[in-house]
């Protein structure tokens, strides 16, 4: 980042409360783009983020150490990190008092979490009008399941997500083998926190955002709810194939190695002739009935059977090269290890950025997607480092922001406040 | 909806321009959200999108597209050949008139189309132009030919979704791309989140910027712990079903109920929760043991053997009961357990009535209203977002943005009549 440039997001404090992914990866976003971030945990079950104790760990150290798990450091760069027991009376003053100095609270406890300590968006709005407070939930803060629990996975569940994804019936969904609803509600959190500065510029005032994972599954359904309306059927799933438009083959092929695959997806009659071509003109493939799309989406089980035997000898990134000279969409399944060891685009474009943490040094962390000409935005965010350790800012904070003394500060550790 | 909260009037003032493919529709159809407005340029025979399935009832028909229902809502649309000679003025009024250019496609197309309006940001240095292609603008791979399905492949997300391998640790299922489109939902939002950065700098700095997003690196920033589980142990996650991927097997969350359906019993095989499962098998007349001293044993003897025992009985619980039914009942005692529902099963859904989550809009192409999921999020009450309208009919506003750019009618006959619009 340019030295002395201003980030888009200079003098915006967010003040973070948040866990594992969904609510972490909204601040990210905030931080990259050079807000000051401040996590706020405690040493107990409720407020402690739990990635911080599961794996993928940085080997050897303390294995008890809070500070070595490798997917908080990812989730949690730029960010500034303090200690503050909110379980205590002492401990939620001082958290009004961050309150008062901020501009923006992201959290993602338990639905009722906040109204238990008596720090809901009506409380807290009186001690900060201009506060936008983003809170994070599986279903939504009003409505009959406003107590109901959930992880990214229960809102893929009940959004419809797990049900579109897999083969078809009687195979069971396949599901997202990650929380891909924890990454996405990270993204419109942020996105509705940045629209909610945009609107206090005019207005002056801060806002409550209720933003649900389920809500944001279902925006992510695609035409789904739509088709049901007008057929009256149940979405069905359909593996890797195209059912909306006459896209085949269209799928994943297995290649030479263990368990590895390459995508191919023809979108049209020009784009199979290629492909023909390519496999040398066998004569099952200049069958009539594969001429046309129409055709081969019909026999398209027979297609893939016969696709599937071209291309189980071939190595995956060798036969995408052969492909895409022809202008065929083709790329391999790429696991972690090929995109941090095989891929020369990520590698080109500094996707992997060296980021320092204070305990276990200097790790890649990636970067965010887009490359800018004049915005300074920088995944280090304000203090330019990856995540921080639990309590790593305390001084700075309770010093600096609050403006304690360090008697003042002294005492509140003593008290087991800070 | 309350105006003091309402996110629908964050960008009212802000011009956006869209041009491209399917690949940036939804960046475009997110900002309508939030009060932009929208002009889609689609040329005289309308956007490759309009062919794109589910239809309504005939694929022929440029509006009878669900899939550019869905991603269009909110726009207006001009008909305007971007590229043709005549469009020249146009285009220039379009650019100086612009907050934001959004423009997506294959990157020698996208290439190509800023040659001609990329220097209108000397004249409106405001502009923010934020392209969307498959690599980023440079690079090795920038002119591969991909489609939503390999960036899903390349990205990422396929190596960690699909089913469990056999017991001898091989697969004989292919990974699995978990619906179409996501490629291009995970891109449009991170592109959407560029320009919200650029609109902040712009505000501090008083210029626009110019946006390169790559949706080969947004989908792979969406693999969670697939790439630090690499980078931090060079382990690699085996796909699973139904469940996060993972260094070793984990037990399964999906369970079929009575109805033939499923709930997705997540847990962290707490004693907690097998104390509360052993209330539902109480309720629900299963004998089990687990308030037993010989499951406690067993518990201490072996964690995975007591677990398995708890598998076994989770099943059974499943199996006594609709899914809906078992959710409801799970989550009133606090576990994170939900049926897996089809999307649309949530119309009427009591939930997701009384908080707006579909929002009813009409198409006056199809004769009929119906409901879009389109709210995310509320201000405590009501929806925080809507669109005023649904998506275009093509060329629906094209005399009406070309006037408002100062374009007269005979000079917009002559743009017809040249084949301009």
Same mark, same amino acid.
Not at chain 1, 319 to 347: F, S, T, W, Y
Not at chain 2, 208 to 231: K, L, M, R
Not at chain 2, 236 to 254: C, D, F, K, S, Y
């Given at each position: 980042m340019e030295p002395g440039k201003r980030r888009p997001l200079e003098g915006i404090r967010v003040i973070d409360l948040t866990k594992i992914v969904a609510g972490p990866n909204a601040t990210r976003m905030l931080a990259t783009m050079g807000a000051e971030v401040i996590r706020v945990e405690w040493h107990d079950q409720r407020a402690l983020d739990m990635l911080r104790m599961i794996r993928p760990g940085v080997p050897g150290g303390d294995p008890n150490s809070l500070n070595r798990s490798g997917l908080f450091n990812n989730l949690n760069a730029g960010k500034y990190g303090i200690t503050l027991n909110m379980s205590l009376p002492q401990g939620r003053e001082l958290f009004k008092r961050l309150i008062a100095k901020a501009s923006v609270l992201c959290e993602n406890y338990s639905p009722e979490q906040m109204e238990s300590w008596e720090l809901g968006y009506p409380v807290l709005s009186k001690i900060n009008p201009q506060l936008i407070y983003l809170q994070i939930t599986g279903m939504g803060k009003s409505g009959a399941y406003k107590a109901y629990r959930s992880v990214g996975p229960t809102a893929q569940a009940l959004s419809g997500l797990t049900h579109m994804s897999g083969l078809p019936e009687p195979m069971p969904p396949a599901g997202w083998g990650y929380s891909y609803l924890d990454h996405s509600t990270g993204y419109y959190g942020a996105i509705f926190v940045l629209a909610a500065m945009m609107k206090r510029r005019r207005t002056g005032r801060g806002c409550y955002i209720d933003l649900s994972q389920t809500e944001t599954g279902l925006m992510l359904s695609g035409t789904a709810v739509l088709e049901a309306q007008i057929t009256g059927k149940t979405t069905a799933r359909y593996g890797n194939r195209m059912p909306f438009v006459q896209w085949a083959p269209h799928g994943a092929f297995r290649c030479r190695g263990s368990d590895e695959w390459i995508a191919i997806a023809i979108q049209n009659d020009e784009q199979w002739t290629q492909l023909v071509e390519e496999m040398g003109s066998p004569q099952w493939a200049r069958a009539s009935r594969f001429a046309h799309a129409s055709g081969r989406k019909t026999h398209e089980d027979e297609l893939e059977r016969?696709?599937?035997?071209?291309?189980?000898?071939?190595?995956?990134?060798?036969?995408?090269?052969?492909?895409?000279?022809?202008?065929?969409?083709?790329?391999?399944?790429?696991?972690?290890?090929?995109?941090?060891?095989?891929?020369?685009?990520?590698?080109?474009?500094?996707?992997?950025v060296p980021l320092p943490q204070s305990e276990i040094g200097t790790w890649p962390i990636e970067d965010f997607p887009a490359k800018f000409q004049n915005t300074p935005i920088s995944v280090g965010g304000p203090p330019g480092r990856a995540a921080p350790l639990i309590g790593e800012d305390n001084d700075y904070v309770y010093r600096e922001v609050l403006g304690l003394t360090l008697e003042e500060i002294a005492a509140l550790k003593e008290d087991w406040i800070i | 909806m309350t105006t003091e909260t309402a996110l629908s009037s964050a960008l009212e003032e802000s011009?956006?321009?869209?041009?491209?493919?399917?690949?940036?529709?939804?960046?475009? *159809?997110?900002?309508? *959200?939030?009060?932009?407005?929208?002009?889609?340029?689609?040329?005289?025979?309308?956007?490759?999108?309009?062919? *794109?399935? %589910?239809?309504?009832?005939?694929?022929?028909?440029?509006?009878?597209?669900?899939?550019?229902?869905?991603?269009?809502?909110?726009?207006?649309?001009?008909?305007?050949?971007?590229?043709? %000679?005549?469009?020249?003025?146009?285009?220039?009024?379009?650019? =100086?008139?612009?907050?934001?250019?959004? =423009?997506?496609?294959?990157?020698? =197309?996208?290439?190509?189309?800023?040659?001609?309006?990329? =220097?209108?940001?000397?004249?409106?240095?405001?502009l923010i132009i934020c392209t969307i292609t498959p690599f980023g603008l440079d690079g090795p791979y920038r002119d591969l030919k991909m489609t939503d399905l390999t960036q899903l492949a390349m990205g990422g997300v396929m190596a960690s979704c699909g089913y469990d391998p056999r017991?001898?640790?091989?697969?004989?299922?292919?990974?699995?791309?978990?619906?179409?489109? &996501?490629?291009?939902?995970?891109?449009?939002?991170?592109?959407?989140?560029?320009?919200?950065?650029?609109?902040?700098?712009?505000?501090?700095?008083?210029?626009?910027?110019?946006?390169?997003?790559?949706?080969?690196?947004?989908?792979?920033?969406?693999?969670?712990?697939?790439?630090?589980?690499?980078?931090?142990? &060079?382990?690699?996650?085996?796909? &699973?079903?139904?469940?996060?991927?993972?260094?070793?097997?984990?037990?399964?969350?999906?369970?079929?109920?009575?109805?033939?359906?499923?709930?997705?019993?997540?847990?962290?095989?707490?004693?907690?929760?097998?104390?509360?499962?052993?209330? *539902?098998?109480?309720?629900?007349?299963?004998?089990?043991?687990?308030?037993?001293?010989?499951?406690?044993?067993?518990?201490?003897?072996?964690?995975?053997?007591?677990?398995?025992?708890?598998?076994?009985?989770?099943?059974?619980?499943?199996?006594?009961?609709?899914?809906?039914?078992?959710?409801?009942?799970?989550?009133?005692?606090?576990?994170?357990?939900?049926?897996?529902?089809? %999307?649309?099963e949530n119309i009427v859904d009591p939930h997701f009535r009384a908080r707006g989550t579909f929002q009813p809009i009409d198409d006056p192409v199809m004769g009929r209203r119906l409901l879009y999921p389109v709210s995310l999020a509320t201000d405590g009450n009501k929806p925080l977002t809507s669109f005023e309208r649904g998506a275009p009919c093509l060329g629906e506003h094209t005399r009406e943005v070309l006037s408002l750019l100062g374009i007269s009618e005979a000079e917009s006959d002559l743009l017809a009549s040249q084949g301009a619009i």
């Open positions: 016969f696709l599937a035997e071209f291309i189980k000898d071939y190595d995956r990134y060798e036969l995408m090269e052969r492909l895409q000279r022809r202008r065929i969409p083709a790329g391999p399944v790429q696991n972690a290890a090929d995109r941090c060891e095989r891929d020369p685009q990520l590698k080109q474009r500094g996707y992997f | 011009v956006v321009i869209e041009l491209g493919d399917e690949r940036g529709e939804f960046a475009g *159809m997110l900002l309508a *959200m939030l009060g932009a407005e929208v002009i889609k340029l689609e040329g005289r025979h309308g956007s490759k999108s309009r062919a *794109m399935g %589910p239809f309504v009832k005939s694929e022929h028909d440029a509006d009878q597209s669900l899939y550019f229902s869905r991603y269009n809502l909110g726009k207006k649309s001009i008909s305007l050949e971007f590229e043709h %000679p005549a469009a020249a003025a146009v285009r220039t009024r379009l650019a =100086d008139r612009a907050d934001i250019i959004i =423009d997506s496609g294959e990157a020698s =197309d996208v290439a190509q189309r800023l040659k001609l309006y990329r =220097d209108r940001q000397n004249s409106n240095p405001r017991p001898d640790g091989t697969y004989d299922t292919p990974p699995i791309a978990p619906a179409m489109w &996501q490629a291009y939902h995970i891109a449009c939002a991170h592109a959407v989140l560029a320009i919200f950065a650029a609109l902040h700098f712009r505000e501090l700095a008083g210029i626009g910027d110019f946006i390169d997003v790559s949706i080969h690196e947004a989908v792979s920033n969406c693999t969670e712990v697939a790439i630090p589980s690499y980078i931090y142990n &060079q382990a690699i996650v085996q796909r &699973q079903t139904g469940r996060h991927a993972a260094e070793h097997p984990t037990r399964p969350w999906l369970r079929r109920t009575n109805d033939g359906r499923y709930v997705k019993a997540f847990m962290f095989w707490s004693r907690h929760e097998a104390r509360v499962i052993g209330e *539902m098998l109480n309720e629900a007349g299963i004998e089990h043991d687990l308030d037993s001293d010989t499951y406690r044993e067993l518990c201490e003897r072996s964690p995975s053997a007591g677990h398995s025992h708890l598998n076994g009985l989770v099943d059974r619980l499943a199996a006594s009961m609709t899914a809906d039914e078992l959710f409801h009942r799970a989550q009133a005692k606090g576990l994170l357990w939900a049926s897996v529902r089809a %999307p649309e």
